[in-house]
């Protein structure tokens, strides 16, 4: 299609869909790539992480086209809209971009731009990597321990979740409808109450641990970890748990073996080309995250879990400064960092661009330039080593030099060419 507000530019070819079935992409060397700065610090880390996944396409003998596309702020001021179809479209036709934070009001106003866009091109694995960067300052004794990977379900559990405001006719009419109709008597206390449904389908969860599985298997990880609180919510957290065993031995009986089979017929040593698939119940995971972190490499959890676990991975590897994420649907595919807009520190300059330079990195990877994301995921490390960093990691570490967001990033670039 053509664009009319997006900054589109002169060359540069469109990704496309190799094979429909497995979501493989035609990736050219010169593609177009939109990408959404962002509100708030958007404005500092978008550009920085521009430059360096340029240096690093470059330095790999590729050239990114960028189409820079508009949504929050930006598309307000220019078009007076939140999020212009010509965005979603322009990120739907191209199938792999990235996008800063994008602020969204509390309680009241529009609602996630963030929740909308992941929606509108279901992007239904939320995917967030947790692997500790030397040099990075951590709560944790040991945070090198940490290498893994979670999968966050997107699109439904208490993201498609559905409320009824205590006092309301129609929470009333819930309550009857439960209690009367579905027998579920005493259950709910006399008195106002607020009631909510969580919808946790089979279609939903099979297709977020395929997602799972597929990436253990591609990138030669040792376990999937299935999140649940199955224990407490059978119809929902369990069945998220036998869905994904069902799926583990239906399409991947090849490759993957339960824990349960890992002890009965391996003895606890998994064979090379085994993938394990285990469970966990949540508030277990959340401890085993602390004590046990080497066990666990890929997680597949519903939606909550995976905002509470994922959080968690991402203080003991350093924090919202440093944590990168990925957005996957079927053969597309969204990067954006963890981090808000942080409006307070905006436009200064001086905000960690890490967190959105290594999403810049699970990006190159999603494309299949790994050569690339390597690059930007050393360079950055060795900058991160050398104690020439921004504000928040200087303050908490001693004898570093305070680097501008901007200083920081065109230091990465010049790493980048010296280990090119
Ligand atoms: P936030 O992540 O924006 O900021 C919290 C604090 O973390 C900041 O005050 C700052 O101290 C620190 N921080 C965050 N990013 C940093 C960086 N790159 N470098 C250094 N320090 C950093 O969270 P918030 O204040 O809860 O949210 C602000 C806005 O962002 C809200 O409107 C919220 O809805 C939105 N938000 C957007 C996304 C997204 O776009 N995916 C994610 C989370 C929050």
């Keep these: 299609m053509s664009y009319d507000i997006a900054d589109a530019p002169e060359d540069g070819e469109v990704i496309t869909l190799a094979d429909e079935e497995t979501g493989e992409l035609d990736v050219p060397e010169n593609p177009i790539i939109p990408i959404i700065h962002g509100d708030g610090i958007g404005t ?3 550009p920085a992480a521009q430059t360096v996944l340029d240096a690093a396409a470059e330095a790999t003998g590729r050239d990114i086209a960028w189409m820079r596309v ?5 598309a307000r001021d220019k078009y007076d809209e939140n999020l212009p179809d010509e965005t979603v479209e322009a990120i739907r036709e191209h199938r792999v971009a990235i996008k800063g934070p994008l602020t969204t009001p509390v309680g009241s106003g529009f609602r996630s731009l963030n ?3 992941r929606q509108t091109l279901d992007l239904y694995a939320n995917v967030r990597p947790t692997y500790h960067l030397d040099g990075v300052p951590s709560p944790v004794k040991e945070p090198g321990e940490m290498d893994m990977v979670s999968f966050r379900e997107n699109t439904e559990d208490v993201y498609a979740g559905i409320e009824w405001e205590a006092g309301t006719d129609d929470a009333e009419k819930v309550r009857e409808f439960v209690e009367d109709e579905m027998g579920f008597d005493e259950k709910i206390h006399d008195g106002p109450v607020g009631l909510g449904l969580k919808p946790i389908s089979e279609y939903g969860s099979k297709r977020l641990i395929r997602q799972a599985i597929e990436y253990a298997l591609a990138n030669d990880r040792d376990s999937v970890t299935l999140v649940h609180k199955g224990n407490i ?3 929902t957290e369990a069945a998220f748990r036998d869905w994904g ?16 089979e890992l002890w009965e017929e391996y003895d606890g040593e998994a064979p090379d080309d085994k993938l394990v698939v285990k469970d966990r119940i949540a ?3 959340l401890q085993q995250l602390l004590t046990r972190t080497t066990d666990y490499d890929v997680l597949a959890m519903p939606n909550l879990n995976g905002d509470y676990l994922s959080d968690s991975a991402g203080a003991q590897i350093g924090g919202l400064g440093i944590a990168p994420g990925i957005n ?3 053969g597309r595919a969204l990067a954006e960092p963890v981090h808000g807009s942080a409006p307070k520190h905006a436009g200064q300059d001086k905000v960690n661009p890490t967190a959105m330079i290594l999403s810049g990195r699970e990006m190159l990877d999603y494309l299949g330039w790994s050569d690339a994301g390597d690059l930007v995921r050393d360079a950055v490390e060795e900058q991160i080593a050398s104690g020439r960093v921004t504000y928040d990691l200087e303050r908490q570490r001693d004898g570093a030099t305070k680097l501008a967001t901007s200083e920081f990033a065109d230091e990465v670039v010049e790493r980048i060419h010296d280990l090119a």
């Design 115 to 117: 929740v909308a866009l």
């Design 70 to 74: 508009y949504a929050g702020e930006s």
């Design 328 to 330: 996957f649907g079927d």
């Design 245 to 260: 065993y069902e799926l583990a031995d239906e399409e991947y009986g090849e490759e993957t073996i339960t824990e349960d």
């Design 233 to 235: 919510m059978k119809f």
């Design 44 to 46: 500092d880390v978008g």
């Design 283 to 285: 508030d277990n995971m």
